[in-house]
């Protein structure tokens, strides 16, 4: 059966288009549909999701592949010769040891898992490699995204470098720097007055009347997903084939946080790592923070928001995973939480001046939340921990940048140094 983008044409799907990937099933129901640019169940209108009929994998295979996500190819819905089709390569990001933050924070053993190291320097050139790859066994003509700005960037670029025709739409009043990011790799972006969930809806919209545009977080969303996946993979096999103790993640739509579990639990069932409990943590900042509120009522419903916080990355206020990121935290024995505009903008300084690492307001946000979790008595200090830095400090320069700056303007003398006492 051919499943098609653009129904005026005759495109046929090839053989092993998505890998080992199964069908798409629904999450609420369990109703499966074919592979294809279907995102809603048609039962019961729940997300669908990419279920497999996996191989066997070993960790030897996994460890021969490349230094990137197609490592774990085998376990994505992408073709095995995805590495032949020009895209950006992301993954494979450090895990470095954080001993400078655990020590302050009084944690024992600390990693950061710094995915501001990508090419276009957030997590979701994972996602968008996946998408791309989806958009172009379906034959995609246009390759699109609503985005509050990282994603954008992913997308300009990757499409890029495939040749595709692509269009990203953001809220106008986003940071700068990541508007110009997107641009410098094309010439459409589509600036709309109005928050996300406007720009999201638009694209809803351009997708129903429009043919042959992947939308990566919109119709071919279930593709795009399972790139959050090698996150957990990749935490795993840097730990030396084990799952950490706890690990604190950024939410945003809740895709992440729900797919590193989902990554957890598949390396378990394949037999990569030993089972073993593990909690995870969500973090929000306070302006948008509906998962945190629901999470902290005990309630599954959660009330959309209007975001009002610097941490723009994370600004959805009807977060389309909230339901699947409060089932996750609350099953592992984790916790949802939230901390003030304030409180980002100290956690970026504390990560950049304990570990090195410039992270963007999420990271600020995740590592805030880290500290109020210590705090708070709801993480567990004696146990391993990852903190997952999702994006990189210069895309959001704006938020620290009357907290940093010359400890002294001097003359060029030495006896001026002296007397500016910085030393
Ligand atoms: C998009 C984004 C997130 C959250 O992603 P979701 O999967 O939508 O929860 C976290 N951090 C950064 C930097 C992002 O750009
Ligand atoms: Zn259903």
Redo the contacts with the bound molecule.
Sequence with gaps: MSTLLDENTTHTLREGAFGHARALACRECGHEVALGPSYACPECFGPLEVGYDFPTVTREEIAAGPANIWRYKALLPVPSDIEQSPNTEPGFTRLLEARNLARELGIEKLWVKD?STNPTN???DR?VACALSAARELDAKVFACP?????ANAVAAAGARAGMKTVVFIPSNLEQPKQVNSAVYTDRLVAVDGNYDDVNKLASEIAGEEEGWAFV?VNVRPFY?EG?KTLGYEIAEQLGWRLPDQVV???????????VDKAFRELVALGLVEDKPYRIFGAQATGCSPVSVAYKAGTDAIRPVKPDTIAK??A?GN???GIY?LDVCRRSGGAVEDITDDEVRDAIVLLARTEGIFT????G??VGVLKKLVETGQLDTSLETVV?N??HGLKTLDAVSDRVGAAATIAPSYDAFVAAGIV
């Design positions: 995915d957030s997590f979701k996602v985005s509050t700005g990282n994603l977080n997903a959050s993640i950024p939410v945003a739509s809740g895709s992440q946080l729900t797919k990355s994370l959805i977060p389309a995973d990121v963007e307001t999420a990271g946000t995740t997952i999702t994006g």
